[in-house]
């Protein structure tokens, strides 16, 4: 009888194991597609879009990085993320431990309306923030729109509801030991940043992580605010392949596959702080 169990628990596994596998076959599928096709040319991608490229060449590569002006874009795209996922890293940490640290209603208040944000559509508000931006430019003389400083003032706004429900500092921090540190003669700029934010270091970098993701791939916030190809980031400037009448496939794929590679190298370097997270 414990040899049938042990037979059937490892048929079991293996079934489970192979279903899994496939699973994780077909999840992947798009980027090979995308990388893949990214070393033909059109007619070859017309053949077979599953086979592999006949001949190795990065000639689309350099087409894209040619027509996309990289460089350029990678570097917006590199400031945008950067900045907007500091800010909200440090405010937004400041504010819930403000907000948890705080009894009264107003501060249960500001963080129950912070929560609910993050169940409104952006495209609900798209529109009325758009022209919010050009009344702010227009009454503060500051280029709030085609410029990465209003921008980055956008993300920071739309990610401070996540941010700000990531900073658990009521059970993460105890009371006590931020006490200890007044004592001590810590005033509230080192209690928060000698005792608490470094505590919430796990929890920070899931939301760094997440919003990193978020706003690299991010195509529709920088679509309505940026105008000149000089601000653009890498996932408005691939649109330069898709055209109205025709696509450019094989230069679409190499700018997607350029434009993937970061974002996998830093999850898989950071991956780690997930689970702790």
Not at 37 to 53: D, G
Request: charge should be positive; charged fraction near 10%; aromatic fraction near 12%.
């Amino acid at each position: 009888m414990n040899k049938n169990r042990i037979q059937g628990r490892r048929a079991r596994s293996v079934v489970g194991n192979a279903a899994l596998m496939l699973f994780c076959l077909a999840y992947l599928s798009p980027i090979y597609i995308i990388f893949v096709n990214s070393f033909k040319s059109r007619a070859e991608m017309y053949e077979n879009v599953l086979a592999l490229p006949k001949t190795l060449t990065w000639e689309y590569y350099a087409g894209a990085v040619q027509r996309m002006d990289f460089i350029n874009v990678f570097k917006n795209s590199l400031i945008v993320t950067l900045c907007s996922v500091a800010v909200i890293a440090v405010l937004c940490s400041m504010t819930a431990w403000m907000l948890v640290r705080t009894h009264t209603k107003l501060s249960r208040f500001l963080y129950s309306f912070l929560i609910v944000t993050m169940l409104i559509p952006f495209q609900t508000v798209m529109m009325p923030l758009m022209q919010e931006m050009n009344s702010l430019t227009k009454t503060l003389g500051i280029p709030m729109k085609n410029s990465l400083g209003g921008l980055i003032f956008m993300y920071a706004g739309f990610g401070a509801g996540m941010g700000v429900f990531h900073g658990f500092v009521k059970s993460s921090v105890p009371v006590l030991l931020e006490e200890a540190a007044i004592i001590d003669g810590c005033n509230i700029w080192q209690v928060f940043w000698r005792i608490v934010f470094p505590i919430l270091k796990p929890t920070t970098v899931t939301v760094i992580i997440l919003d990193v993701i978020w706003i690299w791939n991010d195509y529709l916030l920088p679509s309505l605010t940026l105008t000149s190809n000089a601000n653009k980031t890498i996932p408005v400037m691939t649109s330069l392949f898709f055209g109205t009448y025709t696509i450019e496939w094989n230069m679409a794929m190499a700018a997607l596959t350029m434009t993937i590679i970061p974002v996998i190298i830093f999850y898989f370097s950071a991956q780690k702080h997930i689970i702790k997270g």
